[in-house]
């Protein structure tokens, strides 16, 4: 397809000083990702929604969804809530040995290549290789070497190009897929320590990343694709931990935002950026981090919503006994007791702390814990419950104050999933304010 992709678009209006960007939304979530074409419907934009390598990849990850699984699923979520199709931007983030790094290399890297073979044969367009962890045979004790992280890279994108070629065979339309590269990579879902500080990439660092992937990329003869990366991940002083977020600030980034002009075909990637406020969200974008993903906030968002109207549905129905209550928060937390691998190596301290964090950690782990099915079904009857009668105002004002006010004016449905779905676009509407150039 010789159409410009709308990202490399993207790239190139932000080389001519209109500050716009975009932003990911990197969840797996029904609720989170109706909420976010819901919104997009309004504003007309593209909704870009991403899917990490252990969420969905070829095994099923945690999710049990492949790669064309996900598609159908975001597709089927597009259906239902009449977004075009043609708007959705699908992206795989973290593509690379991060679910296999405690592999050896050939195995890993063998399994990741058919990680970024499935993704690009599903038609996702917006790939992140990420080839900066170390594996199994790497000297643990030494930072991993730049040219081997790029050379793994390299390798990735060679296979993501043959997979493009042959979904080209099937789908003369099919978009060419644009690539993110970087060596500083922030892992998924936020800081596991709460760091005193935040090392901003060096402007050395950065440029030598860059340098480095091109000659990868050139020395397996793919220069087309080296053309085709839009972005660079590097680190502009955002991250946030179980109770801290570090604010971006401008001027620490400055010499690195600076440097970026230099490069005419690339802006910045910003990961963990959730938490951000709408004016520092704004200042990124404006200073070339133009692509910003959040996944944890959204999630945070949502799980936020369930307990609200978890204590609306309690308020309402406590000494009901027709009615049998969800008893979400302690459903929610058993379900992360009962299998702890999502969040024990992530949360640290006191038994009171680690249980405090279980359910409000901005690193919000509740995520891996949406698809279980004791969860699924106490959602279900939550939202069943509270379809039964109308939520009094006085209660919604209580607990959801920022929908209360919407309800009010006429602009929300005063209903459960209504109501849900608008607590995740409070914070969808501070990334759309960064993103978009033209406001007030």
Known sequence: MEGLHPLKELVAKQKQGIPEGIYSACSANEYVIEAAMERALKSGSYVLIEATANQVNQFGGYTGMKPADFKAFVYGIAGKVQFPEEKIL????????????????????????????QYVSAGFTKIHIDTSMHLADDNINEKLDTHVIAERGAILCKVAEEAYAELLEKDKNALQPVYVVGSEVPIPGGSQEEEEGIQVTKVDDFEATVETFKQAFHKLGLYKA?????????QPGVEFGDETIHEYNREAAKDLCNALKK??????????????????????????????KVGPALTFALREGLFALSMIEEELFRYNPDIHLSNLVNVFDEAMLQNPGNWKKHYHGSGVKIRFARKYSFS???RYYLP????QSSIKRLV????????????????MPVQYIKVRSGNLSNDPVSLLKDRVVNCVDDYLYATEAKRQ
């Open 90 to 117: 699908l992206g795989g983030d973290h593509l690379g040995p991060l679910t296999w790094k405690n592999e050896q290399s050939v195995t890993a890297m063998e399994k990741s290549c058919e990680l970024l073979k």
């Open 226 to 234: 080296w053309d085709n990366v839009i972005a660079v991940v590097v």
């Open 263 to 292: 490069y005419p075909s690339l802006v910045f990637e910003g990961h963990s950026t959730d938490y951000q406020t709408p004016e520092g969200l704004k200042e990124m974008v404006e200073d070339g981090i133009a692509i910003l």
């Open 364 to 366: 919000d782990r509740c």
């Open 372 to 375: 279980d099915p004791n969860v």
């Open 384 to 399: 069943e419950n509270l379809e039964t009668a109308p939520i009094p105002l006085s209660l919604l004002s209580q607990y």
